[in-house]
């Protein structure tokens, strides 16, 4: 059993439908993935990457790098072979587009080094949507559960206005419990932040 089978099984134990009558995998598999990214935004996964370095260039495409949210830090010039340069050493830079980073130092960058980039990346769920790995530790996934619920309860809710359901207010009610668990969700995602801020010191330790 895959992680994202272990927790779209939990969401359906949240949602009160082990037999999918409700909720259809696909439905909650696209709640999970909202919920990812929500969660991502809020507590990205921490990852370093290396760009061979071009004589006399300053720009850079970032857009292979994967999963990629936002570039943190730049390290230059690097090697990986020496471990003087495992020692920060960060230098200006600065994004002229959603893909392109400009290396902002006085000396022609030297195809000798590399550039080390520190950035922010989405969370993956071993799984779904093909990833191998989950990123995520016990505490962001029993978040998540959560948050793809309430995502699965909201989208019902509407999907139901106008239509004939068992019970008065039925619709209302859904919509009500759905946004509770979104915004559970929401606080546990700001709780766990505050967390992972109070307990970051250096680049040092970043997924390779």
């Not at 061979?52 to 230059?76: F, H, I, M, P, T």
Request: glycine share 6%.
């Amino acid at each position: 059993m895959t992680d994202h089978t272990e927790l779209r099984d939990r969401i359906e134990d949240m949602l009160k439908d082990a037999s999918n009558a409700d909720w259809s995998t696909g439905e909650i598999d696209n709640a999970l993935r909202i919920a990812l990214h929500e969660l991502s935004l809020a507590l990205p996964s921490r990852a370093v990457t290396t760009l061979d370095a071009v004589d006399g260039q300053r720009e850079y495409d970032v857009s292979s790098v994967s999963g990629l949210l936002q570039v943190v830090e730049v390290w230059y010039p690097y090697l990986s072979t020496d471990a003087s340069y495992k020692l920060p050493h960060p230098v200006p830079w600065r994004m002229l587009d959603d893909s392109t980073l400009f290396l902002d130092v006085d000396a022609d960058p030297d195809a000798a080094y590399d550039l080390r980039v520190f950035y922010d990346r989405l969370q993956t769920l071993a799984g779904l949507d093909g990833a191998a790995a989950t990123t995520l530790n016990a505490m962001e996934q029993s978040a998540l559960v959560f948050g793809a619920a309430g995502y699965c309860a909201v989208a019902l809710a509407v999907d139901k206005v106008d239509k004939v359901t068992i019970g008065k207010g039925a619709s209302e009610q859904l919509r009500r419990w759905g946004w509770s668990r979104v915004m559970e969700f929401r606080q546990r995602l700001a709780d766990l932040a505050l967390i992972a801020d109070a307990g970051e010191d250096s680049r040092i330790g970043w997924c390779e």
